[in-house]
């Protein structure tokens, strides 16, 4: 019997970019709870984000945010490890070098950017939605920093290997969709956040399902004993699941 469901935001529950949950997804939660189901949003949003996205179920759920950097269940929000100030540091110089690329800072408090570019404020703020403060350098920010986050408009796949071998000793170095690349100490994963939930209600692999759709959300897919690749999911990801589908909501109205 299926007792927890994860599912990932951008590419799997968002489709084709959208910045807002299909209306339908929420009595499909609801009916979730009432049969003590626990429906988890496992994204590399900002907590402040899918609290927002969740709003009508956002107390009936459970959230792993910034790629497992933060998890909260049952109101307790949890912060495993955070990056060494020198690699933040690192990351930050080595990024200043490129003019095609932004970086945010993603700490307890707020995501961090740098005031440069009115346009990815833009995006970030006034599209998807984040708590967003803006500083003249990401240098001066002393807060630790959990996750760290590059995005290029143009995609990051041709600069991706290069920040895996500068970092990878590190950080975990793993693409976010088509055009991000994010830091997040070792260690720290969707799936290890999903296993402390799992531990914490005594959940067992074979009673929970997960769905995603690209690299960062491969060590949930492998952890889950029902695991749903995307019809879009990137080359490989459909490898590691059971099944295939092209909705989340289609499966969750079958499981119920």
Not at 73 to 100: G, Y
Not at 167 to 181: A, P, R
Not at 216 to 240: C, H, R
């Amino acid at each position: 019997m299926i007792k927890l469901i994860a599912s990932d935001l951008d590419g799997t529950l968002l489709q084709n970019g959208a910045q807002s949950l299909d209306p339908s997804i929420f009595p499909v939660i609801r009916k979730l709870h009432e049969k003590g189901i626990l429906f988890v949003a496992a994204s590399g949003r900002q907590y402040f984000n899918l609290r927002n996205l969740f709003s009508e179920v956002k107390d009936d759920i459970s959230y792993i945010c910034e790629n497992g950097a933060l998890y909260v269940h049952k109101d307790k929000l949890h912060i495993p490890h955070m990056i060494a100030p020198a690699t933040v540091n690192r990351i930050i110089e080595e990024v200043h070098q490129r003019q095609d690329c932004d970086l945010t800072i993603s700490c307890e408090d707020h995501m961090y950017i740098e005031a440069r570019s009115q346009a990815f404020y833009h995006h970030m703020h006034d599209v998807i939605g984040n708590d967003i403060v803006r500083t003249d350098d990401l240098l001066t920010i002393t807060r630790p920093a959990m996750k760290m986050a590059i995005f290029n408009a143009q995609g990051i796949a041709p600069i991706a290997d290069h920040y895996k071998q500068q970092f990878g000793s590190e950080v975990t170095v793993v693409t976010s969709g088509n055009d991000w690349v994010d830091f997040i100490p070792k260690a720290v994963h969707k799936g290890a956040a999903l296993e402390k939930i799992m531990e914490e209600m005594s959940i067992t692999s074979g009673e929970c399902m997960a769905f995603g759709d690209q690299w960062n959300d491969i060590e949930m897919l492998k952890l889950a004993g029902t695991s749903f690749a995307m019809a879009n999911a990137v080359p490989g990801i459909s490898d590691y699941c059971t099944n295939r589908t092209d909705s989340v909501i289609r499966e969750l109205e079958k499981l119920l």
